[in-house]
């Protein structure tokens, strides 16, 4: 069974920091894109940070700079650390894996709030 469970939200103040955490449990990272959605309030869900293959990584324009995305293969583990937050980074924050081989698959999300 495939899960990805998510870990790190919280409230935060503006300018602070926040490590997400994504582990994935029956698949593995090989050839995959895997990444960091988010859905803000009353919004659609938008791509934040994605690694294909384990090493091309695509960002928001609005988190260059300020978010990197990283991964542990030997443990199937996903990061985003969230430096200088702003109050517009609020919201769910989704893990997604996607193989074509096995499919598309999505955490429960863990939610950032950041306080101005």
Known sequence: EVQLVESGGG??????SLRLSCTAS?????DCAIGWFRQAPGKLRDMVAVITNGVITNYA???????TIS??????VLYLQMNSLKPEDTGLYYCRFSDPRVGTYWGKG???TVSS
């Open 11 to 16: 409230l935060v103040q503006a300018g602070g």
């Open 26 to 30: 029956g698949l593995t990272f090989d």
């Open 61 to 67: 324009d609005s988190v260059k700079g300020r978010f």
């Open 71 to 76: 991964n542990d293969n030997a443990e199937n």
């Open 110 to 112: 863990t939610l950032v």
